[in-house]
């Protein structure tokens, strides 16, 4: 018999660079199989999905900094990984956060304000381009996983 482990509901990722949205969905594929990711690059618009979605999710993985886009021709703020913080920071903690910004100052603000609110969180330094991902990223997950935070299913073969 063989036992494969898999991972029921969400994990919600907050970052706006194509390149390490890839990334990130790659190492997800091979670490979280049966996990569905969701991916925004609006601070505003994840909120407005975690307000229904939040009991569904076992993961969530902060970007401090979003760009400042041009929609219909007019500059858009797409706000920062903060708002995000201060929504989650309002309500009982419910899944593990990972913030993964490369803006030292915000993100220890971050992770400070989850922290004081009692959430389960942790720190990635973005480096090395996006190799992080795979190792600095990925060992955060692992130990998740392994601390029991993310809860896990086992289906036999």
């Known amino acids: 018999m ?5 991972v029921a509901g969400f994990l919600a990722i907050l970052e706006d660079d194509s390149n390490r949205i890839a990334a990130m969905r790659a190492c997800v594929a091979d670490l979280l199989p049966g996990i569905e990711t969701v991916f925004f690059d609006s601070a505003r618009v994840m909120i407005s999905w975690l307000r229904q979605h939040l009991g569904d999710v076992a993961l969530i993985s902060l970007d401090h900094d979003l760009p400042l886009r041009n929609a219909i021709g007019e500059t858009a703020d797409f706000g920062t990984g903060r708002q995000v913080v201060d929504f989650l920071a309002s ?3 419910t899944c593990p956060v990972i913030v993964h910004s490369s803006n030292d ?6 992770f400070f304000a989850l922290k004081d609110a009692n959430w389960p969180c942790s720190r990635v330094y973005p480096c090395d381009d996006l190799a992080w991902i795979k190792s600095l990223w990925a060992a955060q997950v692992y130990r998740l996983l392994d ?3 993310i809860p896990r299913g ?3 073969e």
Request: proline fraction near 10%; aromatic fraction near 4%.
């Open 2 to 6: 063989v036992i494969s482990i898999t």
């Open 91 to 93: 309500i009982p903690p």
């Open 105 to 110: 100052t915000c993100a220890s603000g971050m």
């Open 147 to 149: 601390d029991g935070w």
């Open 154 to 156: 086992q289906t036999g």
